[in-house]
């Protein structure tokens, strides 16, 4: 079980400076979770993630039951030991699959709705079901990548994956729903969650600490309904689940609404936000951890986040392309301003060669980078906190 413990609240916004204690070391909130899907973060070996500030990391429970099978990791001793990783872990639930895998893939959108995007004309179409599985009240019918064999995930199969699995934190499963669902969609998905959630905190016959999401969408009474709900569950914490709509400036308003119903003294985890323009908004809304993709999915296609040139703060970014061919005569490092060693080591020419020649040590060298230069952010942002600036 998880120990929570607020040792610092802002008197400027609601971040708040935390202590997470597990029965494999404490982690200090705000904080960056870097994304492991298949128990690595792609790239990187694990002493290396614990170079980068990384506290804690997220694995997917989908794809590792689909392989090597969440039996086999029980067997070589869990995912800490599998992967070797000695620090906190989190699982999903596999709740994020039933959007990515199913309306995600046939409407081709994200958690947020690009603006001017074709698919803002769908936004108030009804749709049952998406092409490539079936919902049911139940849980959800999945088709294997790997055999083509169906694959039922509900919450008692998403709870018993997890606790074989064996990580600190776990959370109920549940339907994220798409931008694209309208009202009277997202209400019959939101019922279902949070049957569900209550299925799933029945389920778990485990130490481990089960966090409940909270859905609802783009809708300010479902999404207080699902605060309230999930809220007053025997949860250990909360994550803050589903689509953000089609304006980032909506997001931190819908955050909000969420954290307004929520037990105070519980952590509150993000699922699957955190560019850097929205870290610092998200943490003064009073989030406590958030999971992203984004530093390490950049980093293997050649962007690196830096520090902004004409910068009005320290979390100021820009992003840089090191695809480009101007940077294979930039003598200067990745980003200046940066310690971590590939800035201290290798200049932009460097990487723009190994980008350019397929090279994977370039991915492996710009996914530490990033990775280093978010926590880094946050770490800041925690010393603000704690010095009354945030």
């Known amino acids: 079980m998880i120990n929570f413990k607020i040792v610092k609240k802002s008197q400027k916004s609601r971040a708040r400076i935390g202590i997470l204690k597990t029965?494999?070391?404490?982690?200090?909130?705000?904080?960056?979770?870097?994304?492991?899907?298949?128990?690595?973060?792609?790239?990187?070996?694990?002493?290396?993630?614990?170079?980068?500030?990384?506290?804690?990391?997220?694995?997917?429970?989908?794809?590792?039951h689909l392989k090597p099978g969440e039996e086999i990791i029980k067997k070589l001793g869990g995912l800490h030991k599998f992967m070797n990783w000695q620090k906190p872990i989190m699982t999903d639930s596999g709740g994020f699959q039933v959007?990515?895998?199913?309306?995600?893939?046939?409407?081709?959108?994200?958690?947020?709705?690009?603006?001017?995007?074709?698919?803002?004309?769908?936004?108030?179409?009804?749709?049952?079901?998406?092409?490539?599985?079936?919902?049911?009240?139940?849980?959800v019918f999945f088709t294997s990548s790997l055999d083509g064999k169906k694959i039922f995930l509900g919450p008692k199969e998403s709870i018993k994956i997890q606790e074989a699995l064996g990580a600190d934190i776990i959370f109920a499963f549940d339907e994220c729903t798409s931008p694209t669902a309208n009202y009277e969609y997202t209400k019959k998905s939101l019922e279902r969650t949070h049957r569900w959630a209550i299925r799933s905190l029945k389920a778990k016959n485990s130490t481990q600490s089960l966090f409940g999401i909270i859905q609802g969408g783009k809708f300010k009474d479902l999404r207080k309904e699902s605060a309230k709900f999930i809220g007053s569950l025997n949860f250990d914490g909360f994550g803050i689940g589903g689509e953000f709509g089609d304006d980032k400036n909506k997001m931190v308003k819908m955050i909000n609404w969420v954290i307004d119903e929520l037990p105070q003294?519980?952590?509150?985890?993000?699922?699957?936000?955190?560019?850097?323009?929205?870290?610092?908004?998200?943490?003064?809304?009073?989030?406590?951890?958030?999971?992203?993709?984004?530093?390490?999915?950049?980093?293997?296609?050649?962007?690196?986040?830096?520090?902004?040139?004409?910068?009005?703060?320290?979390?100021?970014?820009?992003?840089?392309?090191?695809?480009?061919s101007k940077f294979l005569k930039d003598k200067k490092a990745v980003d200046p301003k940066c310690d971590c060693f590939v800035c201290q080591n290798y200049s932009r020419a460097y990487l723009a060669h190994l980008f350019r020649a397929k090279e994977i040590t370039g991915m492996k060298l710009l996914t530490f980078h990033n990775l280093y230069f978010f926590n880094s952010i946050i770490e800041k942002i925690r010393k603000d906190i704690k010095n009354g600036k945030i």
């Not at 979770?33 to 997917?60: D, S």
């Not at 409407?107 to 049911?136: A, C, D, E, F, W």
């Open 23 to 64: 029965s494999f070391g404490e982690v200090e909130t705000p904080t960056l979770v870097p994304v492991a899907t298949q128990a690595v973060v792609k790239t990187l070996a694990t002493e290396e993630l614990v170079q980068t500030k990384t506290q804690m990391i997220i694995c997917n429970t989908f794809h590792l």
């Open 99 to 139: 959007f990515s895998l199913g309306f995600g893939r046939d409407l081709g959108v994200g958690k947020i709705l690009k603006r001017n995007s074709k698919q803002q004309m769908q936004t108030n179409l009804q749709i049952n079901q998406p092409k490539n599985l079936k919902i049911t009240n139940d849980g």
């Open 265 to 324: 003294e519980k952590p509150r985890h993000l699922l699957g936000i955190g560019h850097p323009e929205d870290i610092l908004k998200i943490i003064k809304a009073g989030i406590d951890s958030f999971d992203c993709i984004v530093p390490s999915r950049y980093g293997r296609r050649g962007i690196a986040f830096i520090h902004a040139s004409k910068q009005k703060s320290f979390i100021s970014a820009e992003r840089l392309d090191l695809n480009k």
